[in-house]
Structure formats: structure tokens, C-alpha cells
């Protein structure tokens, strides 16, 4: 599975976009790419994942590049509820969902901070 | 709310116990994973059950084992504990079919304390 590369931290102004980088150089061609964040001591949360086109839900946006070596989450508007740490995560979909090894690898993630 | 419930919230104990961690997972879901969550580890994957059956085992202790019952809730169990073993577990769950694999939802954790 494809490494990501985040930012160890980023700061955001209350009700600005949030656009939070990572970069997946060694991407491969059925790698997706998921995003997961946790607030402070509670379970991750699934945010959104594509594979190469854009992709957008109720909670963000993400936006890959066309070579697919990196991405970006934008929260549209932050609020102080999306203080926490994001995860940008490359995995390989499983094709054989009854035989798929589908955890989750970790890395440091990005720590968010919105300000007032 | 995730769905997924995880049973106790905190729990206290000294070396040498043992202790048994429950994980429901969410309503339909036949996948279970654990993970723990330590200050200088971060997040590491523990054990993957799928159906009743384990389908990947990560940076798990012989010490600890896990199972899924027919009901589909699962059991992390952690023997001879130490002190090292005090981190935040979590249990999630995937749901059914080939779109699923990876996203997956989290229960609140379980925080377990060795003294």
C-alpha cells in the first residue's frame, strides 16, 4: 500500500475552507483514497474516499489530482467541531470482499486546529 | 453515533489480569476490527473477524485473542496484562459488500488502565 506524507499540523480562521494536503507519490492505479478524522479521544469517523475523480458528501470535499499523487479535503466552512486530527489513508479495495484484509493503517495524520 | 457500541468505557485493573473487552457492531455489518490506540504507538490494527471467522491479524500479542460470535458481537480478550497495555481500544465495523472494505465506523473505545 501507497505511504502518505501530511502536514503535522494546520491552523484554521472559524467559517474559512479548510484545505488539508496529502501526498501519495507511489499511488497505484486501484489504490483509493480514504480520509478519516478523530476528535480528541473519540473512534475515527469515516469522512469520504475516490479513487480518481472528485468526490463530495454532506461532510467535505475531496479533490484529487489527475496524476492521483496527491490529494486535498476541504471542509468548506470549519467550525470549532472540526478540531481534530485528520487521516489521509491509500488503501487497495478489496475485490474479494469475504477475503479482503480491510484494516485501516494510521499514519501521524494532520492535528487541525479551528480557531475563533 | 456510529452505531457500533463497545462495552466498558473505562476499565481499571493490575498486572497480571485479565480482561474481556465486547464490541456490537453496527446493524447488518458482518465485518469487526480492532485497534489500539497507545500515546507513543498511535492508531495500530489489531484483528480482523469477518462472519464469525478471522480474516487478518496485525501487531496482536499472543497474549490477547479475540473472537466473533454467531451474533456477529465480538470479544477482545487481554491476558497477563502490563502496564504497556493501557491504551484506548476501539472496535469498528465495515458494512457488506465489495464498496465497503475501508470504510468502516468506530465505536466511542474502550479505555483500559493497568495499574
Known amino acids: 500500500d501507497a505511504k502518505t506524507t501530511q502536514p503535522p499540523s494546520m491552523d484554521c480562521a472559524e467559517g474559512r475552507a479548510a484545505n488539508l494536503p496529502c501526498n501519495h507519490s507511489t499511488i497505484s492505479g486501484n489504490e483509493y483514497v480514504y480520509w478519516y478524522r478523530q476528535i480528541h479521544s473519540q473512534g475515527p469517523q469515516y469522512i469520504i474516499h475516490g479513487l480518481k475523480n472528485n468526490e463530495t458528501n454532506e461532510m467535505a470535499s475531496l479533490i484529487i489530482t489527475e496524476d492521483r499523487k496527491s490529494s486535498t479535503l476541504i471542509l468548506p466552512h470549519a467550525t470549532l467541531r472540526d478540531t481534530a486530527v485528520y487521516y489521509c489513508i491509500v488503501r487497495v479495495l478489496g475485490m474479494n470482499y469475504g477475503g479482503s484484509q480491510g484494516n485501516l493503517i494510521f499514519g501521524k495524520g494532520t492535528k487541525l486546529s479551528v480557531k475563533p | 453515533d456510529s452505531g457500533v457500541t463497545q462495552t466498558p468505557k473505562h476499565l481499571i485493573t493490575a498486572t497480571g489480569q485479565r480482561v474481556t473487552l465486547r464490541c456490537s457492531p453496527r446493524?447488518?455489518?458482518?465485518?469487526v476490527y480492532w485497534y489500539q490506540q497507545s500515546l507513543d504507538q498511535g492508531l495500530q490494527f489489531l484483528i480482523q473477524?469477518?462472519?464469525?471467522?478471522?480474516?487478518a491479524k496485525g501487531n496482536i500479542l499472543e497474549r490477547f485473542s479475540a473472537q466473533q460470535f454467531p451474533d456477529l458481537h465480538s470479544e477482545l480478550n487481554l491476558s497477563s496484562l502490563e502496564l504497556g497495555d493501557s491504551a484506548l481500544y476501539f472496535c469498528?465495523?465495515?458494512?457488506?459488500?465489495?464498496?465497503?472494505?475501508?470504510?468502516?465506523?468506530f465505536g466511542p473505545g474502550t479505555r483500559l488502565t493497568v495499574t
Open positions: 473477524y469477518y462472519n464469525g471467522e478471522e480474516r
Open positions: 446493524s447488518g455489518d458482518l465485518s
Open positions: 469498528a465495523s465495515s458494512p457488506k459488500g465489495l464498496a465497503g472494505a475501508y470504510e468502516q465506523y
